[in-house]
């Protein structure tokens, strides 16, 4: 059994996000200089917190995420692994648009939001599909690097899993000895909350509003989730989920 702690990002602010345009995939701008600033904040709140594997999406905004990385005392040397699979959710026709006017296209279908998807862009049940690629292949690389780490059995959560965090950069990190920093997008991230809540069933952190579960998190807020891998000789399975805490901005200052 291996317990491994994904540790997920949203990528900083871009010029984008500060003009109120939908970005998507086919618009892979850079970070602004607010969104440098928020890397090197959420990695100088990080950076006595020992990751053994990065993986970030391809895009340009999240590969600068490397920030963080560059400012870990135990591993700025770590190699980090692009993943298209964690690439932002495409919005078709509304990338390079105004937010609000996929607001409006949303209205106009008599659709919520997050549910809508404009013509030539991804349903939320595709971008499902791509997290579970990516939850597979991660589950994958760390079994094959922690093989010989790994005894038959079933292991238990670190005690202190079940108390509330203290608020601190290690919190549900005690004795675990796998630890994942990914880095994903916006949309992505929400999506991906209703997947551990609603589809793996992961049980809500203590004292959370249910409101706040998919919310969209704010530019590098920070979530964390113990995931428990039974490894046998076939593909390493999901034994179990938790998870510690959601939108995490305690880096950023108001």
């Given at each position: 059994?291996?317990?491994?702690?994904?540790?997920?990002?949203t990528?900083?602010?871009?010029?984008?996000?500060k003009?109120g345009?939908l970005?998507?995939?086919?618009?892979?701008s850079?970070?602004?200089?607010?969104?440098?600033?928020?890397?090197?904040?959420?990695?100088?709140?990080?950076?006595?917190?020992?990751?053994?594997?990065?993986?970030?999406?391809?895009?340009?905004?999240?590969?600068?995420?490397?920030?963080?990385?560059?400012?870990n005392r135990?591993?700025?040397?770590?190699?980090?692994?692009?993943?298209?699979?964690?690439?932002e959710?495409?919005?078709?026709?509304?990338e390079?648009?105004?937010?609000?006017?996929?607001?409006?296209?949303?209205?106009?279908?008599?659709?919520?939001?997050?549910?809508?998807?404009?013509?030539?862009?991804?349903?939320?049940?595709?971008?499902?599909?791509?997290?579970?690629?990516?939850l597979?292949?991660?589950?994958?690389?760390?079994?094959?690097e922690?093989?010989?780490?790994?005894?038959?059995?079933?292991?238990?959560?670190?005690?202190?899993?079940?108390?509330a965090?203290?608020?601190l950069?290690d919190?549900?990190?005690?004795?675990?000895?796998?630890?994942?920093?990914?880095?994903?997008?916006?949309?992505?991230?929400?999506?991906?909350?209703?997947?551990?809540?609603?589809?793996?069933?992961?049980?809500?952190?203590?004292?959370?509003?249910?409101?706040?579960?998919?919310?969209?998190?704010?530019?590098?807020?920070?979530?964390?989730?113990?995931?428990?891998?039974?490894?046998?000789?076939?593909?390493?399975?999901?034994?179990?989920?938790?998870?510690?805490?959601?939108?995490?901005?305690?880096?950023?200052?108001?």
């Amino acid at each position: 059994v291996i317990l491994i702690i994904p540790f997920c990002f949203t990528s900083g602010e871009t010029q984008c996000n500060k003009d109120g345009l939908l970005q998507g995939q086919k618009i892979d701008s850079p970070l602004s200089e607010i969104g440098i600033q928020q890397s090197e904040a959420a990695g100088q709140y990080l950076r006595d917190v020992k990751f053994t594997n990065v993986f970030i999406s391809n895009m340009k905004r999240a590969k600068q995420i490397k920030i963080i990385v560059r400012n870990n005392r135990t591993c700025h040397d770590i190699e980090l692994v692009a993943d298209p699979s964690l690439k932002e959710r495409s919005f078709g026709i509304a990338e390079g648009g105004r937010v609000i006017e996929m607001k409006n296209m949303a209205k106009a279908a008599g659709q919520p939001l997050p549910e809508f998807t404009p013509l030539e862009g991804e349903t939320m049940e595709q971008v499902k599909v791509r997290i579970k690629d990516f939850l597979k292949a991660m589950f994958h690389r760390i079994a094959n690097e922690y093989q010989d780490k790994i005894q038959d059995g079933e292991t238990s959560l670190p005690d202190e899993t079940d108390r509330a965090p203290a608020g601190l950069p290690d919190d549900g990190v005690l004795n675990v000895p796998v630890h994942a920093l990914v880095v994903g997008h916006g949309a992505y991230m929400s999506i991906a909350m209703k997947y551990f809540f609603e589809d793996l069933k992961c049980p809500m952190p203590r004292g959370l509003d249910p409101s706040q579960r998919y919310s969209i998190c704010p530019n590098t807020g920070m979530y964390r989730f113990l995931i428990t891998l039974k490894c046998s000789n076939a593909d390493p399975a999901l034994s179990d989920v938790k998870c510690v805490f959601i939108n995490r901005r305690d880096h950023i200052k108001a």
